[in-house]
């Protein structure tokens, strides 16, 4: 059974699980791994498939039509076409983000290894990806699967999520503290 050392809750939670152990059954972990990859990128890359997702005003055979014929155009099939169409069939779509968190971390937890969220404001080149995930993987001494998220409003520096720790180093996060320490003295 997925999850004995990896937590993951909600109904997102069940429903990675859920996809876990069926890809484990079928000795399809990777390929999941790689589709949900795929879907990961299209909706990080599409604001028009994030409001399909998200919107409640779509209707859950809208949302369907749309979602299958992403999937075909992006080659997306087997196992994760199926879950995917079944999440939108339960107008469950709005949570299909967090199910792919889940997922990745039951797949990284399946491996041995960790899974680092890590927030940027500007896209990582592979190189600094790859630096990034070795030097995490020192730290640990474990493999370290390196999730990014952008995000420009912290302007510059990095904030990393590595199980209960956080390294928050961040030019947003500086800029606040000299600001709170100069109200401090003046």
């Known amino acids: 059974?997925?999850?004995?050392?990896?937590?993951?809750?909600?109904?997102?939670?069940?429903?990675?699980?859920?996809?876990?152990?069926?890809?484990?059954?079928?000795?399809?972990?990777?390929?999941?791994?790689?589709?949900?990859?795929?879907?990961?990128?299209?909706?990080?890359e599409s604001d028009d498939l994030r409001r399909l997702t998200l919107s409640p005003v779509f209707s859950?055979?809208?949302?369907?039509r749309a979602i299958i014929a992403v999937l075909d155009r992006a080659g997306i099939g087997g196992l994760t076409a199926k879950f995917v169409?079944?999440?939108?069939?339960?107008?469950?779509?709005?949570?299909i983000e967090p199910m792919i968190k889940?997922?990745?971390?039951?797949?990284?937890?399946?491996?041995?290894?960790?899974?680092?969220?890590v927030t940027v404001a500007e896209a990582l080149t592979d190189g600094r990806r790859?630096?990034?995930?070795?030097?995490?993987?020192?730290?640990t001494g474990k493999t370290v699967d390196v999730d990014v998220?952008?995000?420009?409003?912290?302007?510059?520096?990095?904030?990393?999520?590595?199980?209960s720790r956080m390294v928050d180093a961040s030019l947003k996060t500086k800029l606040n503290s000299i600001k709170l320490a100069m109200k401090e003295v003046g």
């Not at 169409?85 to 949570?95: P, W, Y």
């Not at 889940?102 to 969220?117: D, S, V, Y």
């Not at 790859?130 to 730290?139: E, G, I, P, R, T």
């Open 1 to 44: 059974m997925a999850g004995k050392d990896t937590i993951v809750s909600g109904m997102a939670g069940r429903y990675a699980t859920a996809l876990f152990d069926l890809a484990k059954e079928a000795g399809a972990i990777d390929a999941v791994a790689a589709d949900l990859d795929t879907l990961s990128s299209l909706l990080a």
């Open 60 to 64: 859950a055979e809208d949302q369907s």
């Open 85 to 95: 169409k079944l999440v939108a069939q339960n107008r469950r779509l709005f949570a």
């Open 102 to 117: 889940g997922f990745r971390a039951l797949a990284a937890a399946e491996r041995g290894a960790a899974t680092a969220e």
């Open 130 to 139: 790859a630096a990034l995930a070795k030097a995490l993987q020192d730290v």
């Open 149 to 163: 998220k952008v995000d420009p409003k912290i302007l510059g520096g990095i904030i990393v999520r590595l199980g």
